[in-house]
């Protein structure tokens, strides 16, 4: 005939004992509370958390340097289009008859 006892400790674990009388041999099975793999989903829902800022932050920085370049390039296309509008009144001054 087997006993079998499960007792509580006050940290959270169980541990199951059966003893049979054959033999007089006694298994003790200590089970965990499961702790482990909370924490462990924590951990990834934190890195989870910690790459998704990074790569916004990327994005954001890549669209910033986008209006950069194209807010640059439209300065130097005014540019040039006011010196071609120059250079083409300074001809017309020199030579009025064209």
Known sequence: MATERVT???????????????????????????????????????????????LLNANRNDALRTDAVSSAASSVADSAATAGGAVADAANSVNPSK
């Open 8 to 54: 509580e400790r006050p940290d959270g674990t169980r541990e199951h004992v059966i003893e049979r009388d054959t033999g007089g041999t006694t298994y003790v099975d200590r089970g965990g509370s499961g702790m482990g793999g909370v924490l462990i989903g924590i951990a990834v829902l934190a890195l989870v958390a910690i790459v998704a800022f990074f």
